[in-house]
């Protein structure tokens, strides 16, 4: 099974900032890895395909790097409502996993 | 526009077994390159994929749940389902259906059912 370990766990940031968020799996994955966001009591939404690809409707701001093993979501000039909590996951091999999320508080 | 519906038991007894079921609307369940998956998150938790089945009824089980899982698809209603037994307290969660476009990501999920498992 392939582990996603993203960091930080946590991350409390004013408007404006930008954000990055790394996701590292424990073996390569090429570019099989997606980007959602979960707003609280909200399904998750795909974010980022693919590592890089963008997702129709999606805010220019979101954007997707990385391939191998280490991959990064930033969030260019943060809004109030990028409030939520932010999972990779990979659909190189079976069984699909996720990482455990990171948190995003706006202050 | 796809829509996917979670329905089903909200209320689990220990030992007996979850059942779910995902109505899928605005689209085919029988369109081809794509998985109908099950993926749950336990209260203030991640996500856990627990298995999917595609269009041609071929089933994969995240191996952590498999001898508790049965995943299936009735055509006629453009719907899919799961089964859980032997259900615990560690069951409890949020239960999502989704679906996965050729080997990717989740595009489409469901709005999510809170299952608790509780006597």
């Known amino acids: 099974e392939i582990v996603l370990t993203q960091s930080p766990d946590f991350q409390s940031v004013t408007p404006k900032e930008k954000v990055t968020i790394t996701c590292r799996a424990s073996?390569?994955?090429?570019?099989?890895l997606h980007w959602y966001q979960q707003k609280p009591d909200q399904s998750p939404k795909l974010l980022i395909k693919?590592?890089?690809q963008s997702i129709s409707g999606v805010p220019s701001r979101f954007s997707g790097s990385g391939s191998g093993t280490d991959f990064t979501l930033t969030i260019n000039s943060l809004e109030a409502e990028d409030a939520a909590a932010y999972y990779c996951?990979?659909?190189?091999?079976?069984?699909?996993?996720f990482g455990q999320g990171t948190r995003l508080e706006i202050k | 526009q796809l829509q996917l519906q979670e329905s089903g038991s909200g209320l689990v007894k220990p030992s007996q077994t979850l059942s779910l079921t995902c109505a899928v609307s605005?689209?085919?369940?029988?369109?081809?390159?794509?998985?109908w998956s099950w993926i749950r998150q336990p209260p203030g938790k991640g996500l856990e994929w627990i298995g999917y089945?595609?269009?041609?009824?071929?089933?994969y089980y995240n191996p952590s749940l498999k001898s508790r899982v049965t995943i299936s698809v009735d055509r006629s209603k453009n719907q899919f389902s799961l089964k859980l037994s032997s259900v615990t307290a560690a069951d409890t969660a949020v239960y999502y259906c989704?679906?996965?476009?050729?080997?990717?990501?989740?595009?489409?999920w469901g709005q999510g059912t809170l299952v608790t498992v509780s006597s």
């Open positions: 989704a679906r996965g476009f050729q080997a990717g990501g989740f595009d489409y």
């Open positions: 605005g689209g085919s369940i029988s369109s081809g390159g794509y998985s």
């Open positions: 089945i595609y269009h041609s009824g071929s089933t």
């Open positions: 073996q390569s994955i090429g570019s099989s």
């Open positions: 693919y590592a890089s």
């Open positions: 996951h990979q659909s190189s091999s079976l069984p699909i996993t």
